[in-house]
């Protein structure tokens, strides 16, 4: 059975039978949620508010690469569903073909697909790539006009997989990114602290090491389009030191984003959380100042509080609520 939650900028969808969870939602603007001064958007957002979203701007699906996640990050909803395998690479366009299905969506400037609603796409890593290269534009040109599709591909950096393969697989998806799409794809690693403790607290010591996240980028090649993005989701205790980041990565090649960490479950249980957050720019002003001062290039992006409140943002799953 497929379960469907209206959210106030899309649905969420739960086929609770395949243990899949999808969504598509329509997006703000980024002059409304966005500060990123070396894009041009320099104004501080205290709070970004709510209002009505036209899919044929953007429409944004995020879909699930696995049932549930054997990762067990802290601020992390999945890891509570019945772990179920692998999704299948037809059950990847079930889940791309439902969303602009039920969305009844049949023009956008641009189609945005993350693969971060449950699972760490790089476990799946065979049937996502080949997904991606082969289907995606394929599957979305036959359903609907679109006149960009921008897949991304976001990763904890598994331990479990080791640093070679876990390299590998990222080195083919820098392909698919710069050569198949010609750039119009993005890749996101997920950083969320400089401090090694804090990271292996977080990542409850799944993640690889910094140093050795740090090889494996060392191998990657220039971006063609938009550079590749270190990801931190913040709270108001994360460690994120810019010159540790100089250190580690190299600033022609990537950029930060940073976001507030959602409001899970599992993260509040564990305390993890950004008071403030959704309201005031100084909670993100003493990280991206200091960046920006070191010679980074950052974006701030921040959801609504009704968005968030709607778990459409990253880290959720429904299906962890289902008995
Ligand atoms: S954040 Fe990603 S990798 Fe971590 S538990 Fe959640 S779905 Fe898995």
């Not at 501080?44 to 508010?49: A, G, K, W």
């Not at 956008?108 to 760490?120: D, I, V």
């Not at 993260?267 to 957050?277: F, L, W, Y």
Request: hydrophobic letters at 30%; glycine letters at 6%; charged letters at 30%.
């Amino acid at each position: 059975m497929i379960k469907e939650f209206k959210t106030r900028t899309g649905a969420i969808y739960c086929d609770t039978e395949k243990k899949m969870e999808y969504l598509y939602v329509g997006d703000y603007g980024k002059e409304n949620n966005i500060k990123a001064d070396f894009l041009g958007f320099k104004k501080e957002i205290n709070s970004v508010p709510h209002h009505d979203v036209d899919l044929r701007d953007k429409m944004v699906v995020t879909i699930s690469t696995q049932k549930g996640c054997p990762m067990k990050c802290m601020f992390c909803d999945c890891p509570k569903v019945k772990f179920g395998g692998n999704i299948s690479r037809e059950e990847l366009a079930e889940e791309v073909s439902n969303s602009i299905n039920y969305s009844g969506c049949k023009y956008t400037e641009r189609f945005n697909l993350h693969l971060a609603r449950m699972g760490e796409p790089s476990f799946n890593a065979d049937n996502v790539l080949e997904f991606l290269k082969t289907d995606l534009r394929n599957l979305v040109n036959g359903m609907m006009k679109a006149d960009t599709i921008h897949p991304v591909f976001t990763t904890m950096l598994p331990k479990g997989l080791g640093k070679e393969k876990l390299r590998d697989i990222i080195l083919r998806f820098c392909e698919i990114k710069n050569v198949d799409y010609s750039g119009e794809a993005g890749l996101q690693l997920s950083i969320n602290s400089t401090d090694e403790k804090q990271r292996e607290e977080l990542f409850r010591g799944m993640s690889l090491t910094l140093e050795e996240i740090s090889e494996i980028c060392r191998d990657l090649p220039e971006p063609v389009g938009r550079k590749y993005t270190l990801n931190f989701p913040v709270t108001d205790k994360t460690i994120l030191d810019p010159k540790e980041l100089t250190r580690l990565f190299d600033k022609e090649k990537f950029i930060v984003k940073i976001t507030p960490i959602h409001e899970t479950n599992e993260a509040n249980e564990n305390g993890i959380n950004t008071p403030e957050g959704y309201y005031k720019y100084d909670v993100y002003r003493q990280f991206e100042q200091p960046l920006l001062e070191e010679g980074w290039q950052v974006i701030v992006f921040i959801p609504s509080k009704e968005e968030d409140e709607d778990r459409i943002t990253c880290g959720n799953a429904l299906l962890s609520l289902e008995k």
